[in-house]
């Protein structure tokens, strides 16, 4: 971002300034390498993965259906869909609550990329000294051969990150194919050069911008901490005085804390903060910090856990407390959700029955006296398997029904059917006015595959 002046005083914006970000291991990378590593693998597989002869996990948008290992999910499942987010954000409260940002440190698709992208940069270039003097050195061909080779290399992996994301709505066999042939549509190939500029953008350009001014969770995780949350701190009554010292003099000694101002917890931020300054919105917990002051801690001979997973309670001297109303209270949510969530997805019928009546005759007289009414019958099978489907219908009035009554339903079809429904002149007399009928489809191979539909049988008023 560029500077733009708002007044003589100042700029509205802050320059960008680029990050050389120290790459660092301790148990905590260590922990999160495992993480990403996992959701690398699981991103990658998935969309390879077929069940029933399909891809395991489609979204299929154009004919608006999602498959989900066995489970196919329509439009009219979009309650489904809203519980499961409305779940996901409970999820995400309670445990930031209890232990901070975790999501961000240890499981965000952005976190996930970037450490990859500068792990990349760190093969190619070297370590952070490195980097600089390569940035601070005038073009030549050996500048030029190792810049070409990390940019290519990043292109390279955005281009996998986008091949295998628009695997999960397109077939990636098919778009494998399509492919190696060079005959994929324009479709395709739109989104390929789209979501592989923006993996690339995001991925090295717009690292830290994201987390500091795109995601919105940054913005407000910090209403749900309290003085109990796990937060990564700098234990300032440990650490200041800071400053640098001589390795054979204590810090006691020499009248300084145990912090020896080396900065390379600043160096080792993905987002370039200084966590000695306290908590600020752009920590993503990732824990760097931590595993680079503990090494340094090591060397010197000090006691680690300058900067280490703490509560706020725990640095002031306060009893934590991790069982809290707030904890409670978004757990109790959670289970409830879960609970409600899993019963809905259990309790799923894969069947659909809609009835339209006839709204050009509301009602018509047979040769008999009796009344007739006229329906469309939609059944939509959401099943994927074809299931063969008895059709009845009942109500207050004995009914006749008049139509198939057995039809057979292929996988994902919609099929219109029209009947019609006749009560004879003998058993109009056995209610007033309008009357409620139910219409019922009931699969024959599965009895659990049942639904059913009301609707109204219109007859004159005398």
């Given at each position: 971002?560029?500077?733009?002046?708002?007044?003589?005083?100042?700029?509205?914006?802050?320059?960008?300034?680029?990050?050389?970000?120290?790459?660092?291991?301790?148990?905590?990378?260590?922990?999160?390498n495992v993480s990403l590593t996992v959701l690398?693998?699981?991103?990658?597989?998935?969309?390879?993965?077929?069940?029933?002869?399909?891809?395991?996990?489609?979204?299929?948008?154009?004919?608006?259906?999602?498959?989900?290992?066995?489970?196919?999910?329509?439009?009219?499942?979009?309650?489904?869909?809203?519980?499961?987010?409305?779940?996901?954000v409970f999820v995400l409260f309670f445990f930031t609550v209890v232990a901070g940002r975790l999501w961000c440190g240890y499981a965000c698709p952005?976190?996930?990329?970037?450490?990859?992208?500068?792990?990349?940069?760190?093969?190619?270039e070297g370590d952070r000294?490195?980097?600089?003097?390569?940035?601070?050195?005038?073009?030549?061909?050996?500048?030029?051969?190792?810049?070409?080779?990390?940019?290519?290399?990043?292109?390279?992996?955005?281009?996998?990150?986008?091949?295998?994301?628009?695997?999960?709505?397109?077939?990636?066999?098919?778009?494998?194919?399509?492919?190696?042939?060079?005959s994929l549509g324009s479709s395709p190939t739109f989104w390929l050069v789209a979501v592989t500029g923006f993996s690339y953008v995001t991925g090295t350009f717009l690292r830290e911008q994201v987390c500091i001014y795109m995601c919105p969770y940054a913005r407000f995780q910090s209403v749900m901490f309290d003085t109990n949350t796990l937060i990564i701190?700098?234990?300032?009554?440990?650490?200041?005085?800071?400053?640098?010292?001589?390795?054979?003099?204590?810090?006691?000694?020499?009248?300084?804390?145990?912090?020896?101002?080396?900065?390379?917890?600043?160096?080792?931020?993905?987002?370039?903060?200084?966590?000695?300054?306290?908590?600020?919105?752009?920590?993503?917990?990732?824990?760097?910090?931590?595993?680079?002051?503990?090494?340094?801690?090591?060397?010197?001979?000090?006691?680690?856990?300058?900067?280490?997973?703490?509560?706020?309670?725990?640095?002031?001297?306060?009893?934590?407390?991790?069982?809290?109303?707030?904890?409670?209270a978004y757990?109790?949510?959670?289970?409830?959700?879960v609970s409600l969530f899993s019963y809905r997805l259990v309790s799923r019928v894969p069947l659909s029955l809609d009835i339209v009546r006839d709204r050009a005759r509301l009602y018509?007289?047979?040769?008999?006296?009796?009344?007739?009414?006229?329906?469309?019958?939609?059944?939509?099978?959401?099943?994927?398997v074809g299931h063969r489907v008895a059709l009845s219908a009942e109500g207050v009035l004995a009914v006749q029904y008049a139509g198939k009554q057995e039809v057979f339903v292929e996988a994902g079809e919609a099929l219109s059917l029209p009947i019609h429904l006749v009560v004879s002149p003998e058993n109009l007399k056995s209610a007033e006015g309008n009357t409620d009928v139910t219409f019922t489809a009931q699969s024959m191979d599965e009895p659990k595959v049942r639904a059913t539909h009301e609707s109204r049988f219109i007859r004159p008023v005398n």
């Open positions: 971002m560029g500077n733009q002046e708002s007044s003589p005083g100042g700029s509205l914006y802050e320059k960008r300034k680029k990050l050389y970000i120290l790459w660092v291991k301790g148990r905590f990378q260590a922990l999160r690398i693998l699981f991103f990658y597989l998935l969309p390879w993965l077929e069940w029933q002869g399909r891809p395991a996990v489609w979204f299929n948008l154009p004919e608006r259906k999602f498959f989900m290992f066995g489970i196919t999910f329509w439009p009219q499942d979009f309650i489904l869909l809203s519980w499961f987010l409305i779940l996901s952005q976190t996930v990329w970037t450490k990859y992208f500068i792990w990349i940069e760190h093969l190619v000294n490195k980097r600089i003097a390569l940035d601070r050195s005038p073009w030549n061909w050996r500048k030029l051969r190792i810049k070409g080779i990390k940019h290519a290399s990043w292109i390279l992996l955005a281009f996998f990150i986008a091949f295998t994301a628009v695997g999960f709505f397109i077939p990636i066999r098919e778009l494998y194919q399509g492919l190696v042939s060079l701190s700098y234990d300032e009554k440990r650490g200041e005085p800071r400053g640098h010292r001589k390795r054979k003099l204590t810090a006691e000694e020499q009248g300084k804390g145990s912090c020896i101002d080396c900065k390379l917890c600043v160096h080792a931020c993905p987002t370039g903060i200084d966590i000695r300054d306290g908590l600020q919105v752009e920590c993503i917990g990732c824990a760097a910090c931590v595993d680079v002051c503990d090494d340094v801690m090591d060397k010197m001979g000090y006691e680690p856990g300058l900067i280490r997973y703490c509560t706020e309670n725990e640095l002031n001297g306060v009893e934590t407390r991790r069982v809290t109303p707030r904890v409670v757990g109790l949510v959670m289970v409830l959700m018509r007289e047979v040769y008999d006296g009796g009344i007739e009414n006229t329906y469309t019958l939609k059944i939509l099978n959401m099943d994927q």
